[in-house]
């Protein structure tokens, strides 16, 4: 069974853009499923295509299963399944041992910016980049398919 830990945190806007970083990947991802349940994603992420199942969250855990899927069905499954989607850039980068995410989302979501980490247990100690301000797990406004249908310019 495919288990997610994972926690979340806001980003300083201005040390994020001074920080040398990888280059971003752009995403675009919709859900064909959003319950606080489970859900079910699909996502093009670059060139590549991905379905992934969640279920509801523990702490900051959650069962996860994810699968590379042909990136044009990917497109297909969004623009014919998915209400809404999301759009944003992703940079992977590293810091002490550990690869963050962040996104930078646009459209409606333009403006916000999230570093997630992925942990190997939920006690895991964490060392902070210094671009990293409020945590906000557990805040599903920030969870990508609340985004989908709140999104962050209209709170």
Avoid at 48 to 72: C, D, H, L, M, N
Avoid at 78 to 87: P, Q, S, T, V
Wanted: glycine share 6%; with cysteine.
């Amino acid at each position: 069974m495919g288990v997610e830990i994972e926690r979340k945190f806001l980003v300083d806007h201005n040390l994020w853009h001074r920080a040398e970083k990888p280059k971003a990947v752009p995403y675009r991802q919709g859900y064909l499923l959003s319950s606080p349940q489970k859900t079910v994603r699909v996502r093009v992420a670059g060139i590549k295509g991905y379905i992934t199942i969640k279920g509801a969250t523990e702490g900051f855990s959650r069962k996860e299963y994810e699968y590379e899927i042909p990136v044009a069905e990917a497109a297909e499954l969004l623009d014919n399944f998915a209400d809404k989607c999301i759009e944003k850039t992703r940079v992977r980068f590293p810091f002490m041992g550990k690869v963050w995410e962040v996104d930078e989302f646009a459209g409606d979501n333009q403006g916000l910016i999230v570093a997630e980490i992925e942990l190997h247990s939920e006690d895991e100690e964490i060392q902070f980049p210094p671009w990293i301000t409020e945590e906000v797990t557990g805040d599903n406004r920030y969870y990508n398919s609340s985004l989908s249908v709140r999104p962050y310019n209209q709170w």
